[in-house]
């Protein structure tokens, strides 16, 4: 990261489990000077591929749009299959600010970035969190209410034109959603039960708009080869909401249904944020602050040293 003075991270979605294309679309991030891969995981229940990576302000654009390209070349919307929301091959694309760059910054990259794709492939897009032009485009849950299945129905809507491109699906690539947005965490819970329905009554007592936790979104999956369920979360906001509160809530919410928690797994990278609250919480920590942590104190000391 040393060649970097800016730091954007992007957390593209790409609705393929497939390992092939899964490799290709990555190998366009590899290929890519000042870019870096920091993380990434697909399963065949979501069939959904979660990709975080950084770079500038330039090489952040120049990789996602390489990446989206061949996405578009290799995923086929009308054969799509899976349980998470979503509306198109390149589902959603978030640019978040992390060092040396503002919001402002990523609302216009998100826009650069939507842009070019309607022009140079035909895909309509969608502008949502701090790059969306409505108050009801911030969320994503507006955007993808009908899924891929009802995309058609949802856009001959006037109050759901998209922001750029065509006011009717790509043929096989469906629309696409980006945007800008802080640094949020992403945390799924696994339950030792395989009826599905009780794990939604779980994810709607989290769910903020559900009469949940304020800044969670929480969906419910079945995981095939486990038998078992899973309580899928994205908490935008985890100062507000600590992750230590949510998970507490899901265990007396599954503790009503004799339902026990199994295993948990961050989904992409884990703020240290939220590592701390949680250790802070558990273990009773106090003072427990981020330069207590020992890679964190040296990485301080080192870049105040090359400051002298």
């Not at 790509?170 to 992403?186: D, E, L, N, Q, Y």
């Not at 030792?192 to 989290?206: E, N, P, R, V, Y």
Request: charged content about 30%; overall charge positive; some cysteine.
């Amino acid at each position: 990261m040393k060649t970097l003075k800016e730091i954007i991270e992007c957390v593209p979605n790409f609705s393929t489990s497939d390992l092939k294309v899964v490799e290709q679309i990555l190998n366009e991030l590899k290929t890519t000077k000042k870019a870096f891969l920091l993380d990434y995981t697909f399963d065949n229940y979501y069939n959904r591929l979660v990709v975080s990576f950084v770079g500038d302000k330039r090489s952040a654009l120049e990789a996602m749009l390489k990446m989206a390209f061949r996405a578009l070349e290799l995923i086929d919307m009308r054969t799509h299959k899976g349980q998470h929301p979503r509306i198109g091959a390149v589902d959603v694309v978030p640019f978040i600010p992390i060092k040396n760059v503002t919001m402002e910054d990523c609302i216009r990259l998100a826009r650069k970035f939507g842009k070019t794709l309607a022009q140079e492939r035909g895909v309509p897009v969608y502008l949502y969190g701090e790059a969306a032009t409505k108050p009801e485009r911030r969320d994503l849950d507006w955007i993808r209410e009908g899924e891929y299945e009802r995309l058609e129905e949802m856009m001959a809507k006037p109050e759901r034109k998209p922001d750029f491109g065509p006011a009717k699906p790509h043929p096989t690539a469906g629309a696409t959603i980006t945007g800008a947005r802080k640094v949020m965490a992403g945390f799924n819970v696994n339950l030792g039960t395989s009826d599905i329905k009780i794990a939604k009554k779980i994810a709607k007592a989290l769910h903020s708009k559900k009469g949940g936790l304020a800044n969670v979104k929480a969906m419910a999956a079945y995981i095939p080869e486990k038998n078992i369920t899973q309580i899928g979360m994205s908490i935008s906001d985890f100062e507000a909401t600590p992750l230590y509160r949510v998970f507490e809530l899901l265990k007396i919410e599954a503790g009503r249904y004799n339902v026990p928690v199994i295993g948990s797994e961050f989904c992409g990278m884990a703020p240290l944020k939220t590592i701390i609250d949680v250790a802070s919480y558990y273990l009773k920590i106090d003072n427990l602050t981020a330069d207590k942590v020992l890679e964190v104190a040296i990485q301080n000391a080192i870049e105040k040293e090359r400051k002298i």
